[in-house]
Nanobody, 125 residues
Framework: QVQLVESGGGLVQAGGSLRLSCAVS????????LGWFRQAQGKEREFVTV????????DYADSVKDRFAISRDNAKNTVYLQMSNLKPEDTAVYYC??????????????????WGQGTQVSVSS
């Protein structure tokens, strides 16, 4: 069984930066497309970004494009989310998710069958 554990969340002022990490265990992370989703209080979970299993392709929600960057280190079985120029509307619980696939990726949360416990990101104005 694959397990995902996020870390790196916290409280930051608007305009600041945070880096989230998601450690993958149980199977090699190179078997999985890895995505980040977030859920603000009272709202539905939404797609943030995803990276293909080999790290060669990425996709971003328009709301975070040019501010967030996803990367992965398969040797360390870890995926990262570098968040810059944070805004109060980025406040949410951030979840790491895995989908077993060799190529490509999806924005749909329904295809991801492994999820982390989430880490809180709070941005003050």
């Amino acid at each position: 069984q694959v397990q995902l554990v996020e870390s790196g969340g916290g409280l930051v002022q608007a305009g600041g930066s945070l880096r989230l990490s998601c450690a993958v265990s149980g199977r090699p992370s190179s078997n999985y497309a890895l995505g980040w989703f977030r859920q603000a209080q009272g709202k539905e979970r939404e797609f943030v970004t995803v990276i293909s299993s080999d790290g060669g392709s990425t996709d971003y929600a328009d709301s975070v494009k040019d501010r967030f960057a996803i990367s992965r280190d398969n040797a360390k079985n870890t995926v990262y989310l570098q968040m810059s120029n944070l805004k109060p509307e980025d406040t949410a619980v951030y979840y790491c998710a895995a989908e077993e696939r060799i190529w490509g990726f999806s924005r749909s949360a329904r295809v991801y069958d492994r999820w982390g416990q989430g880490t809180q990101v709070s941005v003050s104005s």
